[in-house]
């Protein structure tokens, strides 16, 4: 089992940056491949970027690559997303989620959310 609390959503201008942390409990989080989502208004919920469980696989969807990175530290049980050059088109609701494959993924595990918003 395991409990996903993201953080660090705000508001920020575009061009800004955040990092999101998504701290996790429970004894396994370090086999598991983690994942972030975002869902905006209206929209479905879509992939951002996923890591493995060493952290030496990472895979973005196309709208994101080379602005985020994903990463995450095992000892703290934290994965994050560093968002730069942000966009009014990132607006949405960011979620991680867990999963006990990387390939192919199957998320069992989810957070509750944070909001991040984009001015422009």
């Known amino acids: 089992q395991v409990q996903l609390v993201e953080s660090g959503g705000g508001l920020v201008q575009a061009g800004g940056s955040l990092r999101l942390s998504c701290a996790a409990s429970?004894?396994?989080?370090?086999?598991?491949?983690m994942g972030w989502f975002r869902q905006a208004p209206g929209k479905e919920r879509e992939f951002v970027a996923t890591i493995n469980w060493s952290g030496g696989r990472t895979d973005y969807a196309d709208s994101v690559k080379g602005r985020f990175t994903i990463s995450r530290d095992n000892a703290k049980k934290t994965v994050y997303l560093q968002m730069n050059s942000l966009k009014p088109e990132d607006t949405a609701v960011y979620y991680c989620?867990?999963?006990?494959?990387?390939?192919?993924?199957?998320?069992?595990?989810w957070g509750q959310g944070t909001q991040v918003t984009v001015s422009s």
């Open positions: 429970g004894r396994t989080f370090s086999t598991y491949a």
């Open positions: 989620a867990a999963s006990r494959t990387y390939s192919p993924p199957k998320y069992d595990y």
